[in-house]
């Protein structure tokens, strides 16, 4: 079985700082990671998702995260947030068994909040 | 239109009512699920299934149930609503490399 831990709960920041979100994970089998966000109100949107290969994944929005596996991360960056950025994340883990997006464990989530 | 919607969007309900929550996609997608997210402890599942024949218990099912009526339908049952099932419910399906959520249902049971 796998699980997420996102160390952050709330993460304020001022507009065009940069900001990383972190996420860990544990596995004990190869995995599949997705960052997903959630506008208030709003259902999640994938932002971003590594299935193999390169270990920087970019996405939506400018954001981009690294797959570590020594570290067991996939911390999610933006070099410069907006205040349109303000909103929770979500990081989630599949294993490489059952398929890359057939069950997914999420975090707890991060709310990031862009302070103007 | 969305491609996966969920009704009804708020719902008010007592203690020992039967709730029910529908969700519909028009994803042509085999899997959906049902999610309950709660304020800090992120998405966890209650049911899931990958066809209409197949049909799992999640992390958090007890006192839920559901009816897969068709390829496009999924819908989530309370039996007998609790406090304590006050919460946001997600409703979302997959092809291999993604999920995809609804809006979500939130649902107060006083």
């Known amino acids: 079985a796998q699980s997420v831990t996102q160390l952050d709960s709330q993460v304020p920041v001022f507009e065009e700082a940069p900001v990383e979100l972190r996420c860990n994970y544990s596995s004990s089998v190869s995995v599949y990671l997705f960052w997903y966000v959630q506008y208030p109100n709003q259902g999640l949107q994938l932002l971003l998702k590594?299935?193999?290969?390169?270990?920087l994944v970019k996405g939506i929005n400018g954001f981009e995260a690294e797959f570590n596996k020594s570290q067991t991360s996939f911390h999610l960056r933006k070099p410069s947030v907006h205040i349109s950025d303000t909103a929770e994340y979500f990081c989630a883990v599949s294993d490489g068994i059952t398929g890359s997006a057939r069950q997914l464990t999420f975090g707890s989530g991060t709310q990031l909040t862009v302070l103007p | 239109d969305a491609d996966v919607t969920q009704t009804p969007r708020n719902r008010i309900t007592k203690t020992g009512k039967r709730i029910m929550l529908e969700c519909s996609q028009t994803?042509?997608?085999?899997?959906m699920y049902w999610y309950r997210q709660d304020p800090g402890l992120g998405l966890q599942l209650i049911y899931y299934s990958f066809d209409v024949k197949d049909i799992n218990k999640g992390e958090i099912s007890d006192g839920y149930s559901v009816s897969r009526q068709a390829q496009a339908k999924f819908s989530l049952s309370l039996e007998s609503a609790i406090p304590n099932q006050t919460a946001l419910y997600f409703c979302a399906t997959s092809d291999q490399n993604e999920q995809f959520f609804g809006p979500g249902t939130r649902l107060t049971v006083l």
């Open positions: 994803k042509g997608h085999d899997r």
């Open positions: 590594y299935l193999s290969g390169s270990t």
